[in-house]
């Protein structure tokens, strides 16, 4: 498995104020333990909204987890291309925009989603509700290389996502205990439009989900995809995250 959508939360660094929210310790260690017996081979480190721009515990992370692991990062919105280098070299990947919670400023956004992609290859990933993303359309438009969180969050989003997939866009089947409607109808619908779309993600350790990961979530994709179930535990996200 390449699990695309990890948060590693390690007391050791600083975490930002975020609605008074504070997520659980989640090392490096405690996500090899949880994920034993699963056979996951690498997968993408998330920076959350509560770790801000501040990209040593991301490089930690990396570092400890090892070989097969990328990272998908917050950037400061002063960044230079030479950081973006830097962060390429030491395996990140791609920029997260938490729409829920925070990037609220949509033409610095996409520009530096652009500049991102131009510079290091680096895809742009959204976490939005559901009614947010076809208000997206003037930005997402106009970036090269996109993935949505959580299945698009709910059934509302679905004729819009379905279209982002058609035009290649990637979806994180992952935190299913977060979504509001079907995963596996919404899996099987994603995938009959691109079956290169779909990357097993287990969220965890599940900050603020009323649900975490349960290895039975794997049977959901089965359910969903039938026998191309490693495309989607493995080879999609390997492929898109360009795995170092």
Known sequence: MFDSHVHIIDPRFPLVSNGGYEPPVF???????????????GGAVIAGSFQGSDQSFLLAALTELGDGW???THLPWDAEDEDIIALDDAGVRALRFNLRRGDTDV????????????????????YADAGLLLS????????????????GMAEDA???????????????????????????????????VNPEALMFGTDLPGTR?????????????TEAVG???QRVLFRNARAWYRER
């Open 27 to 41: 090392t490096a260690d405690d996500y090899r333990e949880e994920t034993d017996g699963l056979g996951v081979v």
């Open 70 to 72: 990328v990272g998908v």
């Open 107 to 126: 033409s610095t956004l996409t520009e530096q989603a652009v500049r991102a992609h131009e510079i290091a290859g680096w895809h742009a990933e959204f």
């Open 136 to 151: 997206l359309e003037p930005v997402l438009s106009k970036l090269p290389a996109i993935s949505i969180d959580y299945l």
């Open 158 to 192: 679905m004729p819009y996502l379905l279209d982002l997939v058609d035009r290649g866009a990637r979806v994180k089947a992952a935190g299913f205990g977060r979504i509001g409607h079907d995963p596996v109808e919404a899996m099987s619908r994603i995938h009959a």
């Open 209 to 221: 989900s009323p649900r975490r990961f349960v290895p039975s979530d794997i049977d959901l994709v």
């Open 227 to 229: 026998g191309d179930l």
